[in-house]
């Protein structure tokens, strides 16, 4: 039967539809999307040798005696500019602010054809060291207010480049859903004295069929009232509200959760194209007892329609524990 379930976090209500529900395994699109993509593409502007052709300043480079392994540039067609200051307009109804802020790209590794998956953990644990450090060099400007850290593998997760790459947005502002959410989880701590967040993670562990992988640090799973088939999130055991706050014990650990769901993903559901986020405190604020950062990852197996747009609501196709169920089945080569 068809069931109502509340995802306390975001206060979304998410229609269970048991009996319009796929198996697990009918999401994964065709077997060509695992087709190996070339190691290196002569005009891909982020594989070496063309840095050239990126046409913006590098802000980073993490590099080791064989070269680069990590880069951050300024994104060629910025949502954001860092000149000027922050100016708020308003007449009537009319208010507009003036767009600083920042727009890299993280360009993850200097081979064109690798994903997530498919790294080893060392170059995942580089990735996470570079967020770390820009997140911490951006939350210093005072005109940035909240720092998103988000993935878009695929053209309909909104990417048209091939090559691994992610990006960070610094913005003037917190968005409203970011405020929303911390207003709820502010709520709940005062109603509870604990972190929602904290008491999410513990009810899953408890619960255990929708974890899909627990390390020593993180901990991944699909939430009891997930969005969309397959959403899943990856919380620190650890609270903490700002990412900047990770170690460098706990970065080695979450480069191999990222790993495991990652290839859960590529070799159940055929590399399917997906968005990533890190959900951190806004920058004037680092530590508190009611927020817990987390990164939300986004398999793009269905589509928004009507209904989602009229309601506001969301129906999931996929049952949550069957979901993880199956992503827990998925046999990861011992090769990669």
């Not at 080791?64 to 949502?79: L, Q, S």
């Not at 507009?96 to 060392?122: C, T």
């Not at 060291?129 to 820009?134: A, D, H, I, L, T």
């Not at 747009?309 to 993880?324: H, Q």
Request: aromatic share 10%; charged share 25%.
């Amino acid at each position: 039967m068809t069931e109502l379930r509340q995802n306390l976090i975001t206060r979304d209500w998410v229609i269970i539809a048991s009996e319009r529900s796929k198996r697990p395994h009918e999401f994964a699109p065709p077997l060509s999307k695992l087709e190996p993509l070339p190691t290196y593409r002569d005009d891909c502007p982020f594989c070496p040798g063309n840095e050239h052709l990126t046409g913006t300043q590098e802000c980073l480079r993490l590099a080791d005696n064989g070269g680069w392994r990590v880069r951050v540039v300024g994104n060629k067609y910025p949502a954001l500019s860092d000149v000027g200051q922050r100016v708020r307009h308003g007449e009537g109804i009319f208010k507009s602010l003036s767009g600083v802020g920042y727009h890299e790209v993280v360009i993850e590794h200097p081979r064109h054809d690798l994903n997530i998956a498919l790294m080893d953990i060392k170059d995942i644990s580089n990735i996470l060291r570079v967020y770390r450090q820009r997140y911490g060099e951006l939350r210093k400007d005072p005109r940035v207010e909240t720092i998103i850290i988000f993935k878009n593998h695929g053209g309909s997760a909104g990417t048209s480049l091939e090559h691994p790459h992610s990006q960070i947005a610094a913005l003037p502002i917190v968005p409203y859903q970011w405020r929303d959410r911390a207003r709820e989880a502010v709520r709940y701590y005062d109603d509870t004295g604990e972190c929602l967040f904290c008491r999410t993670l513990k009810d899953e562990l408890k619960a255990g069929d929708r974890i899909i992988y627990a390390g020593e640090h993180f901990v991944a799973f699909i939430p009891y009232a997930a969005l969309s088939p397959f959403h899943t999130w990856i919380f620190p055991r650890n609270h903490a509200s700002s990412f900047d706050e990770i170690t460098d014990l706990e970065i080695p650990d979450l480069a191999q959760t990222l790993k495991v769901v990652m290839s859960q993903f590529y070799f159940g559901l055929n590399n399917p194209d997906f968005n990533y986020t890190i959900r951190s405190i806004p920058t004037a604020e680092q530590r508190t007892d009611y927020f817990h950062w987390y990164i939300a990852i986004i398999p793009r197996v269905s589509l928004t329609a009507g209904f989602e747009l009229g309601s506001g609501m969301y129906i999931n196709t996929s049952v949550p524990e069957e979901s993880a169920e199956f992503l827990r089945s998925i046999k990861i080569p011992s090769s990669i």
